[in-house]
């Protein structure tokens, strides 16, 4: 078995071959950070991460590609009268985004490009589309696609040919074109608002041809796979693809990967829906971020996901069980001899693992196989028939997991002072003093240390309250 993915371009499930053998160029849509992401918005980046991490846990050098848009019609409304420069406005909430990634366990990508660092290369698309023919100028300096000069136009959204069906953001492209369908490749100049001066002339580009300039700038005219939500697959990905290819006449994206929408109430997240929520939102609520992650990653990415309390209760209560079994080990010892069936145990788990992974992410399968493991694993923990060495093998195919998943919620650091009282309410066990352990773990708690005797000794936890992950 290997890879297999469900292509959009073909609608199929197909095995997934790397134009490079061992190497995989991956694009993600990024934020336009005219605002902070909701959790809409990081289905999809956790989307990405868990495939990116997936590709690298099996061997693969992934080049990850997510692009920042720094500039576009809600940024330069939101610029207006400000008096600001755009940096002004978008710096706080690329950084607010960022630490959303980060507190999710989103690995940063490899490269992070703004489309405002990139305006030459995307004046250089445009260049080679006017010579071949696929774009034309208007009297106000714009340039637009000619969609009319593009025949396979429609191929990954499956629209009609003589479809007239207009995207909202071309809907907003207010400048007069040959065709309703052709987009803006490129704005004109308009006072008060951000310009570039550049071979094709003044003005700021569109928002579809970033992610062409950008995508191509970093990973070539051919790359393996794309990833974004499905409401970006017309017009976004559609116009990619055609600007993409009108200009360099290869094949643009192998594999595009859409991930269905996240829900709530049963309406899709949208800030036009007024049904939004943030992470900071679900942090304030008391969930953990590696809770929020779990509930964001654990349904498959092309169903819907519908978010809410109860599937960050099972998120929690899931997260949990992986942790706990996971520091059980890791506290466990006994002599004695391994365990004959072991090897068997971890052989099958990995191999579930893998098998759901490769099953088109298919993460449900492959949690299936992980609470099937712990569940062995807690039934040999409970009757101690593992040696020391059995449990530190467990506990290693656990955290390899992890290196996947990233939802193991691991104790922090203790707090000041709390190791010296852990050892001296250890050594008043010891010494049967119940009155002094008692004494030390209350104070303990009020350090906000839960600890619980085990047979392998007291262990601890810190207070399930809100800390970074
Ligand atoms: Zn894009």
Redesign the pocket.
């Known amino acids: 078995m290997s890879l297999r993915l469900t292509n959009t371009l073909s609608g199929d499930k197909e095995e997934f071959e790397p134009l490079e053998a061992g190497r995989v160029g991956l ?1 993600s ?2 934020p336009t950070v005219y605002g902070p992401a909701h959790l809409g918005n990081f289905r999809a980046f956790v989307f990405a991460d868990l495939l990116q991490r997936y590709l690298r846990w099996s061997g693969y050098d992934v080049l990850w590609v997510m ?1 920042i ?1 720094d500039v576009d019609d809600r940024i330069i409304r939101d610029l207006a009268g400000t008096g600001g420069t755009l940096e002004d406005l978008t710096e706080p909430h690329i950084e607010r985004f960022l630490a959303d990634l980060d507190r999710l366990r989103v690995q940063r990508p490899d490269v992070m490009p703004r489309a405002t660092q990139h305006v030459a290369q995307m004046a250089e698309l445009i260049a080679r589309l006017l010579e071949r023919g696929h774009a034309y100028r208007t009297d106000d300096g714009s340039i637009f696609f000619r969609i009319s000069s593009w025949p396979a136009y429609g191929r990954l959204a499956r629209l009609e040919p003589s479809s007239a069906r207009r995207g909202e953001r071309v809907a907003a492209d207010d400048y007069g074109k040959d065709d309703v369908r052709d987009f803006a490749l490129w704005k004109g100049p308009r006072d008060g608002e951000p310009s570039w001066h550049t071979g094709i002339g003044t003005g700021r580009p569109g ?2 041809i ?2 062409s300039a950008m ?1 191509m700038h970093y990973l070539g005219s051919s790359f393996d796979i794309h990833t ?1 939500g499905v409401d ?1 697959i017309f017009p ?2 559609e116009n ?1 693809i055609a600007q993409s290819e009108g200009a360099t006449g290869q094949p643009f994206v192998r594999t595009w990967l859409h991930n269905a929408h996240l829900q709530m109430g049963g309406q899709k997240m949208a800030r036009r829906e007024g049904n939004i929520s943030r992470p900071d939102d679900v942090y304030a609520l008391g969930y953990r971020p590696a809770a929020l992650r779990y509930a964001l990653l654990a349904t498959h990415y092309r169903a819907p996901l519908e978010y809410g309390e109860d599937s960050l209760e099972h998120a929690t209560a899931a997260v949990e069980r992986l942790s706990t079994a996971l520091a059980a080990l890791e506290s466990y010892r006994q002599e004695g001899p391994a365990d004959d069936h072991l090897s068997q145990l971890l052989q099958s788990a990995r191999q579930g693992f893998v098998a759901g992974l490769d099953d088109d992410v298919n993460v449900s399968a492959a949690l299936a196989a992980v609470f099937e493991f712990v569940r062995e694993v807690n039934r040999r923990l409970d009757a101690r028939s593992l040696s020391t060495a059995d449990a530190g093998r467990a506990a290693d195919l656990l955290r390899d997991f992890d290196h996947v998943l990233a939802v193991l919620d691991l104790p922090e650091q203790l707090p000041d002072g709390a190791e010296t009282l852990l050892e001296q309410r250890a050594a008043a066990r010891t010494a049967r003093d119940w009155a002094a352990s008692d004494q030390l773990r209350d104070e303990l708690k009020e350090l906000g240390v839960l600890v619980e005797d085990t047979r392998d000794g007291q262990r601890w936890k810190l207070r399930g309250e809100v800390s970074d992950g």
């Open positions: 694009y849509c990024g692009n848009t928002w579809h970033e992610c995508s974004g970006l976004h990905h990619e």
